[in-house]
């Protein structure tokens, strides 16, 4: 079926509208580049074409009104949406925002900064330039003297100095900022979710073999939308530290992380692999101790997970939480829940979870890439004491996923 052909029998569902009657915003939409099942197409053609929420179909109550692309991939179809949907895919960023005129013409700028041909550094960290993008928004904002809120795919930069500076122009500016991944808003299975002030005594996160940055972050931004909600709020990271191969298992002998909280995690798995965790050749464990005594991990174990799995320790409960956090791989309907948050952003002002979480995940990424890169030494980091409050309610997808 083509999606034109979807879209109009989707057109015959009851359709909910977020926001109600007011005015659709205008987009700008910034993208690297733009192919069937790229993370442009997983946003950007949910804006044009609407999206499912588990049963629930929702028409977008904004329109992308211009879009820019770094590079045109070989089987592009940004042009083709262009046309289809009519809105001008322009020569530069400041073009998109401004649609020809000498000010900020938009309501809302949606930048998707993944996939592509751009390099990889000697930290495994692949230059996917969302600061570059990002610098070019702001000066706009600075030149109109006015600013929109803005959402930033998945982490901020794999240069934490950029990232704190991108997070720092957010707040002099004074305009909504959102940013991160699907991961913490897709559906979980069970529906494990906490209060504030939950009492976490351990956390971990079991994961698969995407081990460069790009994987990792997932894994983080997986693990930190469970553990903000603790007793005390998030105070930040204090240190970081990557391990791979035995020094993996030696560290849970040192009781460094937990084996009955991979075991609880590995239960939750629909599509786990044959063998034994111990069995799997090169298993990476990523290592964060936070400010306030909280200690936690990230296990990745390449060729028998696949899944994104967490485990947790709650103080007073003999029995460890655990859940599978659900990726549709059939339609990535992951990416649903993600935009219905950025659209609550572009109507409300009001971004669906803190630009903090991704801030704090980026930071402890970039230096756990740096601690690889020392030969996976320990690293302090003081600079990573970022201290914010989780949503009251959790913003996730609610149902099975599909």
Not at 36 to 41: A, E, F, K, L
Request: hydrophobic content about 40%.
């Amino acid at each position: 079926m083509r999606r034109r052909d979807f879209i109009q029998i989707a057109a015959t569902w009851p359709a909910r509208r977020l926001g109600g009657a007011a005015a659709r915003k205008k987009i700008a939409a910034l993208s690297t580049t733009y192919h069937v099942r790229s993370h442009s197409d997983n946003f950007i053609t949910r804006f044009l074409e609407g999206y499912w929420i588990d049963k629930q179909y929702y028409e977008s109550p904004a329109d992308i009104v211009s879009l820019y692309m770094d590079q045109v991939h070989p089987a592009d179809i940004g042009y083709r949406l262009s046309t289809a949907y009519n809105f001008p895919v322009t020569k530069s960023i400041a073009d998109a925002l401004t649609l020809g005129t000498d000010r900020l013409s938009v309501d809302g700028v949606l930048l998707v900064a993944e996939h592509g041909d751009y390099p990889f550094n000697d930290k495994q960290q692949q230059l996917y330039p969302r600061y570059e993008f990002f610098e070019q928004v702001v000066q706009v904002f600075r030149e109109s003297g006015r600013a929109v809120p803005v959402f930033s795919d998945k982490h901020l930069s794999y240069d934490w100095t950029k990232a704190r500076q991108m997070y720092d122009w957010s707040r002099e500016l004074h305009f909504p900022f959102m940013a991160g991944s699907s991961l913490p808003v897709t559906f979980r299975r069970p529906e494990l979710d906490y209060a504030v002030g939950v009492r976490l005594e351990d956390a971990l996160m079991v994961g698969g073999g995407w081990t460069s940055d790009g994987g990792i972050f997932h894994n983080l931004e997986t693990l930190q939308c469970f553990v903000e909600r603790r007793a005390g709020g998030e105070t930040g990271i204090r240190a970081v530290q990557h391990l791979e191969g035995e020094a993996v298992w030696r560290a849970a002998e040192d009781g460094r992380w937990s084996k009955d909280l991979m075991k609880a995690a590995l239960s939750r798995g629909e599509t786990i692999g044959p063998g034994r965790p111990e069995d799997v050749s090169k298993p990476v464990l990523c290592l964060l101790e936070y400010n306030d005594g909280l200690r936690a991990a990230v296990l990745m174990l390449g060729g028998l997970v696949n899944e994104y799995l967490v485990a947790f320790r709650v103080k007073g409960r003999p029995a460890i939480d655990s859940t599978l956090c659900y990726i549709p791989t059939e339609n990535s309907n992951n990416f649903s829940m993600l935009v219905h948050g950025i659209n609550q952003m572009y109507q409300t002002g009001k971004p669906s979870h803190p630009v903090e979480r991704t801030l704090l995940t980026t930071g402890a990424l970039s230096f756990l890439m740096e601690s690889v890169h020392q030969g996976h030494k320990r690293l302090d980091t003081p600079m990573l004491r970022v201290n914010y409050s989780p949503p009251a309610a959790s913003f996730y997808a609610h149902g099975r996923g599909s």
